[in-house]
């Protein structure tokens, strides 16, 4: 079992940057694979990236690809998510995850509790 704990939102004007983190319990955190996923008001939760558990291989949602950053610090228990040039739309809050991997919610059986990123025009 892992717990996770994000942080790093906060509120920032449209073009700006801010690099989340999730920071994960116990001993095992490089076996499981990470991703981020958001959810804005109203809306359902969607995937934004993912990572495996090497950190060799990652993917991204086409709505952030070439803005957005996923990686990990294994030695850390941390994943990151450095995201830049960032747009109203992308203000919601977001949540680290953990297990198997993938762009669908029920790859991960472990969820944070999640951060708001706000994004003001």
């Known amino acids: 079992q892992v717990q996770l704990v994000e942080s790093g939102g906060g509120l920032v004007q449209a073009g700006g940057s801010l690099r989340l983190s999730c920071a994960a319990s116990?001993?095992?955190?490089?076996?499981?694979?990470m991703g981020w996923f958001r959810q804005a008001p109203g809306k359902e939760r969607e995937f934004v990236a993912a990572?495996?558990?090497?950190?060799?291989?990652?993917y991204y949602a086409y709505s952030v690809k070439g803005r957005f950053t996923i990686s990990r610090d294994n030695a850390k228990n941390t994943v990151y998510l450095q995201m830049n040039s960032l747009k109203p739309e992308d203000t919601a809050v977001y949540y680290c995850?953990?297990?198997?991997?993938?762009?669908?919610?029920?790859?991960?059986?472990?969820w944070g509790q999640g951060t708001q990123v706000t994004v003001s025009s």
């Open positions: 990572i495996s558990r090497s950190g060799g291989s990652t």
């Open positions: 995850a953990a297990d198997k991997g993938g762009s669908r919610l029920n790859d991960y059986e472990y």
């Open positions: 116990g001993r095992t955190f490089s076996s499981y694979a």
